[in-house]
């Protein structure tokens, strides 16, 4: 900025100066200094002004003086949108698949020191979502983004909510999970620890809980029976136990029966020995019915099988309902 003195005819200071030099606008002769050249100073300084509105305040420090300019310019950094979404991420309760949960709100604010412009709202996968953002958001205005979650499987379903415009952090991207729930109930058996007589090779019974159809247990070769099972934790109410084999597989029948035990050493019989049919027209999948019993450990026992001289299961689902 430029000043000129008018009162006691002094090179001016101003209050947020940095440097003050002869300037460049020349000197001449003012009111109340008739013989004094005035001198215009030109004051130069540099400051970083925080988002919105300012003002700026002079403060002579006696007399008066002119202001004849005053002039602003861009500093290195220039204006830019942020917005910030809170909170980062979201998880869901868990959501019966097919059904819609109650909406969760995210708030998000335009934190930056220029208006942003909002070129598209979306949430992907599982997740849907209205909002109140419209297409601009000025510096320091909030809208706010609900969310709701319907899964469309079971399991763990992850998502985003995508905010995409001008800002320099686009895309603002929240973070979005939660589980889908069978609508027939929960696969206690998922995760859990497993045992068996016996496995073959890179098969071990770990994966029948691990919730790929395609990795699956088998047992030592030519040598029935053998037996898999899965430990619960705890004694769980069941009256449904899933058996699947890879769903690719060719078709093969297996002899087996279904046990259960509190202590893992006394076992009941919970389902009778017979034949089943894993037949890849059904998914090579097999569901056991039987009364409800509460049990911590169930054991499938497996007599034989037309399609290999083993047990072979890839998933032991035991369901809640
Ligand atoms: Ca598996």
Redesign the pocket.
């Known amino acids: 900025m430029r000043v000129r003195s008018t009162g006691r005819c002094r090179t001016g200071r101003a209050a947020v100066q940095s440097a003050v030099g002869q300037g460049a606008g020349g000197g001449e002769r003012g009111g109340g200094c008739d013989d004094v050249v005035q001198t215009w100073g030109t004051a130069t300084t540099q400051v970083t002004l925080p988002a919105g509105r300012q003002i700026l305040t002079l403060d002579q420090d006696s007399g008066g003086w002119n202001i004849n300019h005053l002039g602003f310019t861009a500093g290195s950094g220039s204006p830019q949108a942020t917005l910030t979404a809170s909170p980062g991420s979201l998880t869901f309760a868990d959501q019966a698949v097919n059904t819609t949960s109650a909406a969760r709100t995210v708030t998000v604010a335009s934190s930056g020191t220029a208006t942003a412009s909002l070129a598209g709202v979306t949430a992907g996968g599982d997740f849907a979502q209205t909002n109140t953002c419209g297409t601009t958001l000025a510096v320091g205005a909030n809208c706010t983004v609900s969310v709701t979650f319907g899964p469309t499987a079971a399991g763990t379903r992850t998502g985003a909510l995508t905010l995409t415009g001008n800002q320099s952090n686009s895309p603002t991207t929240v973070g979005l999970s939660g589980t889908g729930t069978d609508s027939a109930g929960t696969n206690l058996a998922a995760g859990k620890p497993t045992s068996e007589s016996s496995h073959t090779d890179v098969y071990p019974s770990s ?11 088998e047992s030592a070769n030519n040598r029935f029976s053998q037996w898999v099972q899965v430990d619960l934790g705890s004694a769980r109410s069941t009256s449904r136990v899933v058996l ?1 084999l890879p769903a690719g597989w060719g078709a093969r029948t297996q002899t087996l029966t279904l046990g259960g035990s509190t202590d893992g050493t006394t076992f009941t019989t919970l389902k009778s020995s017979a034949t089943y049919t894993f037949d890849p027209s059904a998914r090579n999948t097999v569901t056991l019915t039987f009364p409800a019993s509460a049990q911590r450990y169930y054991r499938v026992t497996i007599a034989a099988n037309t399609g290999w001289p083993a047990g072979q299961v ?2 032991f689902q035991i369901w809640s309902a």
């Open positions: 994966n029948v809980t691990d919730g790929n159809q395609n990795s699956y247990w699947q890839s998933e």
